[in-house]
Structures are given as C-alpha cells and as structure tokens.
C-alpha cells in the first residue's frame, strides 16, 4: 500500500503552521525524554537536521511554496550524508523506498515531523529496517514544489555507518 497521498495531506498540515514558532519541547528535530530512544547526535560528516529544519513556508497563488536558506539551497543535487529513523512506505523488512525523520516514530499512522524534518529515501539496495537510526549517503534534492509537500529527497541513495 503506497502511503504518499496520506503523507501529502499530513505534510500540507504541517506547512501550514511551518511559520508559528514551536512550542517549547516541540518543533523539527524535538527529542522527548520519555522515548526509549537516544536521540541523534550531531556529526560532522552528515547534515544536520537544524541546517534542513531551516526552511519556512510562504502562501504564493493559493498554496504553501518552501522558502530555503542559500546553505541548505547549496547542497541540492550534491553527495550528502543525512541520519534519521526510517519509516518505511510499503510493507517488508527490507526498503528501497522509505522517508527518514528526525525523531523516532512512535505510531505507525503517524507523521512524527513536518516536511522540513523528513526526507524521502531512494536507495539502490533495499535497507533492512531497523527502529535504530541509520545513515543514508545519496544525492540530495531540495523541493520547490513537490506534488506530496516533500522538501527534500536522496536519489541512489547507500546505507552507511
């Protein structure tokens, strides 16, 4: 079951508020204590998640477009690393398909973050999935106008340590 069409309607409700200033203990990249997970340490070799949540939303002929920083608009079409929690968009151990968030999901219908903390994942041999974060190193896309709200994408992307 391709999940996309849901995903998009939860990704436009999460650009709509993408311009309201999170709440203390929420917003991209928000770690609760109560999780049994760790959460992400910065990397020097990966991009960050505070870099990629920088992107802001703005109403342009009837609809949300991204507005991004020129640091994150530098890195589209470049060889990157980027680490996340996988959530998996079709059924299977192993995914060449999948988006990686910034937290850890907790509800399998859930989206755990907005558009600014996912990215959608390609890779040329499936990944096994795991609730352990893994890192992808793959060529970045940043989106202007993607039909499913999405800001960023990692096309023939690797697992990697």
């Given at each position: 079951m391709k999940l996309l069409p849901a995903l998009a309607l939860c990704l436009a409700a999460a650009a709509a508020v993408a311009q309201v200033p999170p709440a203390i203990g929420q917003g991209p990249g928000y770690h609760d204590p109560r999780s049994p997970f760790k959460p992400l340490e910065e990397r020097a070799d990966i991009v960050s998640w505070k870099l990629l949540s920088q992107v802001t939303a703005?109403?342009?002929?009837?609809?949300?477009?991204?507005?991004?920083?020129?640091?994150?608009?530098?890195?589209?079409?470049?060889?990157?690393?980027?680490?996340?929690?996988?959530?998996?968009?079709?059924?299977?151990?192993?995914?060449?398909?999948?988006?990686?968030?910034?937290?850890?999901?907790?509800?399998?219908?859930?989206?755990?973050?907005?558009?600014?903390?996912?990215?959608?994942?390609?890779?040329?041999?499936?990944?096994?999935?795991?609730?352990?974060?893994?890192v992808i190193e793959g060529q970045l896309a940043v989106l202007n106008d993607d039909p499913y709200g999405l800001y960023y994408r990692v096309e023939d992307g690797n697992a990697v340590n």
């Amino acid at each position: 079951m391709k999940l996309l069409p849901a995903l998009a309607l939860c990704l436009a409700a999460a650009a709509a508020v993408a311009q309201v200033p999170p709440a203390i203990g929420q917003g991209p990249g928000y770690h609760d204590p109560r999780s049994p997970f760790k959460p992400l340490e910065e990397r020097a070799d990966i991009v960050s998640w505070k870099l990629l949540s920088q992107v802001t939303a703005k109403a342009e002929k009837k609809k949300l477009v991204p507005v991004f920083p020129a640091a994150v608009q530098a890195l589209d079409r470049k060889t990157i690393k980027v680490q996340g929690f996988m959530m998996p968009l079709e059924a299977g151990d192993k995914q060449q398909h999948f988006l990686l968030s910034s937290v850890p999901t907790s509800c399998s219908f859930c989206v755990p973050a907005g558009p600014e903390g996912l990215v959608e994942v390609r890779t040329k041999k499936p990944v096994r999935y795991t609730l352990e974060p893994v890192v992808i190193e793959g060529q970045l896309a940043v989106l202007n106008d993607d039909p499913y709200g999405l800001y960023y994408r990692v096309e023939d992307g690797n697992a990697v340590n």
